[in-house]
């Protein structure tokens, strides 16, 4: 297994953690002036798509999938899941002190798992080495 | 009777969804490791070279594919199911899904360093989201 990461893939992994949750929330928030969207009220999809918030949440989704696209092809699956979970515990967090809100100590609990869940893997390798993929790859690069 | 065909439905639809959560990130994985890392490619072919490579990769078009049909389904699975069960439920089963998915189909080295996170992040993310 390869093990090394560059400083700009930690910062994927980071933007990984980071853009999904705030996305998330920003969506939440937009939709929330937005209001109910159901088969009656389809035309409030498009309004949507006019609402500050709307569009700053499907800009970083789409800088999320791109990031996560990237770090699957120099890191392995269970590696970079952990870094997804993470994004629970920023939502958990942003709403704590930015939003002031209670957390159960049910909720806590699951944000010290997910971060241990991250150290485990975080001191782990990255990858697992294919030798006959690097050959293929090898092969092409001829 | 009633009570198990519920049951039964609501915990079929909430496998479904987790189901195609896990083919959609196993098959976006595989795709991705098919063409190598992104950044060597990006220095010889540019961005939009990156970008129509990873398109082009017939893996990662189905799982992206999976990946939007989750989200129907998901919506489908709401209507069904209580959202305090559907989601933490949903999200842990894909977690660990994709665990067992990426050692048989991608045959990464899952030690015993990754089960456990696997675990923690199941049921972390289960408490944090119900």
């Given at each position: 297994?390869?093990?090394?990461?560059?400083?700009?893939?930690?910062?994927?992994l980071?933007?990984?953690?980071?853009?999904?949750?705030?996305?998330d929330?920003?969506l939440?928030?937009?939709?929330?002036?937005?209001?109910?969207?159901?088969?009656?009220?389809?035309?409030?999809?498009?309004?949507?798509?006019?609402?500050?918030?709307?569009?700053?949440?499907?800009?970083?989704?789409?800088?999320?999938?791109?990031?996560?696209?990237?770090?699957?092809?120099?890191?392995?699956?269970?590696?970079?899941?952990?870094?997804t979970?993470?994004?629970?515990?920023?939502?958990?967090?942003?709403?704590?002190?930015?939003?002031?809100?209670?957390?159960?100590?049910s909720?806590?609990?699951g944000?010290?798992?997910?971060?241990?869940?991250?150290?485990?893997?975080?001191?782990?390798?990255?990858?697992?080495?294919?030798?006959?993929?690097?050959?293929?790859?090898?092969?092409?690069g001829? | 009777?009633?009570?198990?065909?519920?049951?039964?439905?609501?915990?079929?639809?909430?496998?479904?969804?987790?189901?195609?959560?896990?083919?959609?990130?196993?098959l976006?994985?595989?795709?991705?490791?098919?063409?190598?890392?992104?950044?060597?490619?990006?220095?010889?072919?540019?961005?939009?070279?990156?970008?129509?490579?990873?398109?082009?990769?017939?893996?990662?078009?189905?799982g992206?594919?999976c990946?939007?049909?989750?989200?129907?389904?998901?919506?489908?699975?709401?209507?069904?199911?209580?959202?305090?069960?559907?989601?933490?439920?949903?999200?842990?089963?894909?977690?660990?899904?994709n665990?067992?998915?990426?050692?048989?189909?991608?045959?990464?080295?899952?030690?015993?360093?990754?089960?456990?996170?696997?675990?923690?992040?199941?049921?972390?993310?289960?408490?944090?989201?119900?």
């Amino acid at each position: 297994m390869k093990h090394a990461l560059k400083p700009s893939q930690y910062a994927v992994l980071v933007a990984i953690m980071l853009t999904a949750s705030v996305g998330d929330s920003l969506l939440s928030r937009g939709m929330g002036q937005v209001g109910q969207v159901d088969m009656h009220h389809l035309g409030l999809l498009w309004r949507a798509l006019f609402n500050p918030f709307v569009d700053a949440g499907i800009v970083l989704l789409i800088g999320f999938f791109a990031c996560y696209t990237a770090a699957l092809s120099w890191a392995d699956l269970t590696f970079v899941m952990p870094a997804t979970a993470f994004g629970y515990v920023v939502i958990a967090l942003l709403g704590r002190f930015w939003l002031h809100e209670q957390l159960s100590p049910s909720r806590w609990a699951g944000i010290a798992l997910i971060v241990c869940a991250v150290g485990f893997v975080a001191g782990g390798p990255s990858r697992t080495e294919h030798p006959e993929l690097d050959q293929m790859d090898a092969g092409v690069g001829r | 009777m009633m009570l198990s065909a519920q049951i039964l439905r609501v915990w079929g639809s909430i496998s479904f969804v987790s189901a195609l959560a896990v083919a959609g990130e196993v098959l976006i994985a595989g795709g991705m490791q098919q063409l190598g890392d992104l950044d060597d490619i990006r220095a010889s072919k540019g961005m939009l070279g990156t970008v129509m490579a990873v398109i082009g990769n017939g893996k990662f078009f189905t799982g992206a594919l999976c990946m939007a049909l989750n989200f129907f389904a998901m919506l489908f699975a709401l209507s069904i199911a209580e959202l305090s069960l559907a989601a933490p439920a949903i999200a842990s089963l894909t977690y660990i899904g994709n665990a067992f998915a990426a050692k048989w189909f991608l045959r990464e080295k899952v030690d015993q360093r990754r089960w456990l996170a696997t675990a923690f992040v199941a049921v972390g993310v289960a408490l944090i989201a119900r």
